[in-house]
């Protein structure tokens, strides 16, 4: 395995061939270290958008009436009281 001085002062063959491996694996590297956050950034701002909105609910009501049977009241009445005498 080359050190890191030859392949960068070795201009040989072998050299340029391990420079440009090196190069054709940083950049997706690098590709994969600038996308990343951004794609998290983006699933989070759906996730928190998702949850934020209200979920559409259908509300029935139903009304019943009832009727009670109405009852008659008879009253007696009552004589006059006795006037009183002061």
């Known amino acids: 395995m080359p050190t890191a001085a030859s392949v960068f002062f070795n201009t040989s ?4 061939c ?11 590297m690098k590709k ?4 990343a956050p951004v794609l998290a950034l983006l699933a989070m701002t759906l996730l928190s958008s998702c949850a934020s909105q209200p979920t559409e ?12 049977p109405t009852t008659t009241h008879t009253t007696i009445e009552q004589p006059a009281p006795p006037p009183t005498r002061y």
């Open 57 to 68: 609910t259908t509300t029935t009501t139903t009304q019943e009436t009832v009727t009670q």
């Open 18 to 28: 391990y420079e440009s491996f090196l190069e054709r694996s940083t950049l997706p």
């Open 13 to 16: 063959a072998k050299a340029t």
């Open 32 to 35: 994969l270290i600038i996308l």
